[in-house]
């Protein structure tokens, strides 16, 4: 079977998301000072790396909130801030833990870039599978999401965005996949997903009836039901993107 349709993942897949938080909160963090002159003396002493593991601890557990239709998408921002300030002894109000995250959102933005692969993966793509299309399924905000296509470019490289927050409905539920092959006009036999979460990605994909691809960057230790679920499902595991091609050219 010969791909026609690619969709992919994209942060921490195409998008290199987890390098761009790293600088953010290191240097939002380096700068709070001026920002925040009441609280600085609270930050002043963080250690980096503790503060990074709260950070992404923190994001994961409310961007989950908002996926769950908890927590609206700001307000899982202002949570994220509220919940990191609190762990160093600082209270902030609804309006200052916004105006922080915002703050924040400024670093992050200027780490904004592709993975060195994935513009390279595309390209390969379309030498080996003349007239595979792209497209992307992101759980996020839409207009979010494609701010970061077109500062990276990648706006011109795919079809459609498929948004969990234009939905009812997110990765790992199947209808998120097959809303975007009824996008394209492709079955989804015919159509491979790529992400770099192994449930949510590639056994939701393949679930649904794609060739789900796990995209595997530091070799990570994944649940044993996980694993045997994928192996049942015809997961691929991959780690790196230049491996892609190879990987759908050598399926049985």
Known sequence: ??????????????????????EGIERHLASVAGAFSSVAGAFSS????????????LEEEHYHSYLAGVLDYHGQRRARARDFAAAHGVELTDAEALAWFNSYLLHYRAGWRLHEDALPCLDALAEWFPGIRFGLITNGDLAFQSEKLRETGLDRRVEHVIASGELDFAKPDARIFLHACETFGVRPAHAVYVGDRLRTDAIGAAAAGLTGVWLDRHDAAAPGIDVAEADRLGVIRIAGLAALPDALAARP
Do not use: C, G, K, Q
């Open 46 to 57: 963080v250690d980096r790396a503790e503060a990074l593991t709260l950070w992404r601890s």
């Open 1 to 22: 079977m010969i791909p026609r349709l690619a969709l992919f993942d994209l942060d921490d897949t195409l998008f290199a998301h987890s390098s761009a938080v790293v």
